[in-house]
């Protein structure tokens, strides 16, 4: 069992606490941009092993392109079925969905993040834009990419995040 899920980054700040000098105020990024990346995270809660491609858009169109990365990348012989639960976006239900023939959805009950096990993956993706200020997508991507590879590279960070002790039972 995998699991899967969105995030969105954009040019709006992500704002965190910040240390700042006793009577000063912090300085903020204002900006109010209305512009998104979308991260599509395919994780294994079992083993941390995880594919976050980066996309213009969260459309079926773009839900089809990164099933295909993902089935290419966790099954490229075809040989296993890939069970990935997915909440009810439009996106992810869409009849017109392309779906490669070794991935099954499964549809989680509505207004339940928490059962989500890739949700948690999303705050140390956020954690490398946060208090930044961004002036293009092009700019915002940099960091992200480099987030994305850094996690692929630390799967025992991505389990420690992702690893609700129901799916890494489902996986055990």
Same mark, same amino acid.
């Given at each position: 069992?995998?699991?899967?899920?969105? $995030?969105?980054?954009?040019?709006?700040? &992500?704002? !965190? !606490?910040?240390?700042?000098?006793?009577?000063?105020? /912090?300085?903020?990024?204002?900006?109010?941009?209305?512009?998104?990346?979308?991260?599509?995270?395919?994780?294994?809660?079992?083993?941390?092993?995880?594919?976050? /491609?980066?996309?213009?858009?969260?459309?079926?169109?773009?839900?089809?392109?990164?099933?295909?990365?993902? +089935?290419?990348?966790?099954? /490229?012989?075809? =040989?296993?079925?890939? *069970?990935?639960? *997915?909440?009810?976006?439009?996106?992810? &239900? +869409?009849?017109?969905?392309?779906?490669?023939?070794?991935?099954? !959805?499964?549809?989680?009950?509505?207004?339940? /993040?928490?059962?989500?096990?890739? =949700?948690?993956?999303?705050?140390?993706?956020? $954690? *490398? *834009? $946060?208090? =930044?200020?961004?002036?293009?997508?092009? +700019?915002?991507? !940099?960091?992200?990419?480099?987030?994305?590879?850094?996690?692929?590279?630390?799967? =025992? &960070?991505?389990?420690?995040?992702?690893?609700?002790?129901? +799916?890494?039972?489902?996986?055990?």
């Amino acid at each position: 069992m995998w699991a899967e899920d969105e $995030a969105r980054p954009g040019l709006k700040p &992500v704002a !965190r !606490r910040v240390w700042a000098v006793k009577g000063r105020r /912090p300085t903020a990024n204002g900006r109010t941009g209305c512009q998104w990346l979308y991260v599509y995270g395919f994780v294994h809660p079992a083993s941390g092993r995880d594919l976050e /491609p980066i996309l213009p858009a969260a459309d079926t169109d773009r839900m089809a392109a990164a099933l295909g990365e993902f +089935a290419r990348w966790a099954g /490229p012989a075809g =040989e296993r079925l890939l *069970v990935v639960p *997915v909440d009810n976006a439009g996106w992810h &239900v +869409a009849r017109r969905l392309a779906v490669p023939p070794d991935v099954v !959805r499964h549809r989680l009950p509505p207004r339940t /993040p928490d059962l989500q096990p890739a =949700e948690p993956l999303w705050p140390p993706l956020r $954690a *490398v *834009v $946060a208090n =930044e200020g961004f002036d293009d997508l092009e +700019a915002l991507e !940099r960091p992200l990419i480099g987030r994305c590879r850094w996690l692929i590279d630390h799967p =025992e &960070v991505v389990r420690g995040a992702v690893g609700f002790h129901w +799916a890494v039972a489902l996986n055990g």
